[in-house]
């Protein structure tokens, strides 16, 4: 890569803006697995569908590096908030603090996947770059419009370990947390999965899947076989589960519709049937070596359905494509019972306040010795067999 002098960097109101491919060669290059989530598609159906922009909370600010040919080098997904909802990297009580202290929280820049509590890449570099340098740029430039707009600091959020040290490095805090993921030993069914587990986990997952079953039909739909009226129906499911959980679901109905036609073999639609009626479903994205479970609802109660199609047929999926884990979404220790292992996540945060600064950074530091000693002990206390490796 060139002179970092004669890098420039540009700010983007809007995705469509950016050339899809150019994107696309940094997003996913084929050197790496594909994540859809970063996506140009993906973050475009979320502009397109208007759940991201004016009203939602979320006001694309996306950084472009431009190289002296003009080639792109570089770009992050960068949002301009006016709340912190659809994070899952909770900031509220240090909002709070900053508000009662006589300053302003919001806005701030957020640095990830709306919505999306997916680990991965989140400054991503064209190959072939100096991906350090790339990345302490852009960093650079995060916190530079940041000052720009008067935002209080700049987050990025579900970013890779590698990431998380080289940029904290740069003087931006580190914080850790916590998700559950399925991996893959190189199973043959789900059956072997099953053989690593104690003898008292694995009756109880038979049972639960066997109740999960019992009267009810379950389908996959994916690619070109989905159509409008499976969006609809499953969209049902999803208000369903977002006005009990969040108050207000985050995704519209349109969003779906721009996904399916622009990444249909990436999505992976699971539904339940009980005497015709469908009665629950749920949707995955499918990346190059990993099932992502994202959204899952029912409008009539089932035993362990949950489970059944956003766990095991997660896993059974896995298995049968030959991936490498499966990822069914932030929280939940009622997934480790089911082969789920806990596994850190990481997110960075820059705040100009000092005072801010350094009471969250004493707060980090005693989180992150907390978190990791909870994965310990979780990891210890997993369903499978003591004498073979998890």
Not at 113 to 134: C, H, K, N, S, Y
Not at 262 to 270: I, Q, S, Y
Request: overall charge negative.
């Amino acid at each position: 890569m060139g002179d970092a002098e004669q890098m420039i960097v540009k700010v983007a109101g809007r995705i469509e803006t950016i050339a899809a491919d150019a994107w696309d060669a940094c997003a996913n290059p084929e050197t790496l697995a594909y994540n859809p989530f970063v996506s140009h598609a993906f973050l475009h159906a979320l502009e397109q569908s208007g759940s991201v922009g004016d009203g939602t909370g979320w006001h694309p600010q996306h950084l472009v590096l431009e190289g002296p040919n003009g080639a792109i080098a570089g770009v992050m997904p960068l949002y301009l908030k006016t709340d912190s909802h659809g994070e899952y990297v909770f900031d509220h009580a240090w909002a709070d603090a900053l508000e009662r202290a006589g300053g302003h929280y919001y806005p701030k820049l957020q640095c990830s996947v709306p919505f999306t509590p997916v680990p991965g890449r989140r400054i991503l570099v064209r190959p072939g770059q100096d991906e350090a340098q790339v990345e302490h740029i852009l960093a650079a430039a995060a916190v530079a419009v940041s000052e720009r707009v008067e935002a209080s600091s700049v987050h990025v959020t579900f970013l890779t370990e590698g990431e998380w040290r080289r940029l904290g490095e740069t003087g931006f805090l580190q914080r850790t947390g916590q998700q559950f993921h399925w991996t893959n030993a190189g199973y043959a069914t789900f059956d072997d999965f099953l053989a690593t587990l104690s003898s008292r986990k694995r009756k109880a997952i038979r049972k639960e899947r066997a109740e999960a079953q019992a009267g009810v039909e379950i389908v996959s739909v994916t690619g070109h076989d989905i159509t409008d009226a499976h969006w609809d129906a499953f969209f049902d499911f999803y208000i369903d589960t977002g006005l009990r959980k969040w108050g207000r679901p985050y995704l519209n109905r349109e969003f779906f519709s721009f996904l399916g036609a622009a990444l249909a073999d990436r999505c992976l639609l699971m539904f339940a049937s009980e005497g015709g009626d469908l009665i629950a479903g749920a949707l995955h994205l499918i990346g190059g070596d990993c099932l992502y479970g994202r959204y899952w609802g029912e409008t009539r109660h089932h035993p362990f359905l949950h489970f059944e199609l956003c766990y095991y047929r997660a896993i059974d999926y896995a298995i049968a494509h030959g991936l490498a884990r499966a990822e069914a979404g932030a929280q939940g220790g009622h997934k480790l019972a089911r082969g789920y292992l806990p596994e850190t996540t990481y997110s960075l945060h820059w705040i100009a306040d000092p005072r801010l600064e350094a009471a969250v950074a004493r707060y980090l530091a005693e989180e992150r010795r907390e978190i990791q000693t909870v994965k310990a002990v979780l990891r210890d206390r997993g369903p499978y067999k003591k004498d073979e490796p998890a």
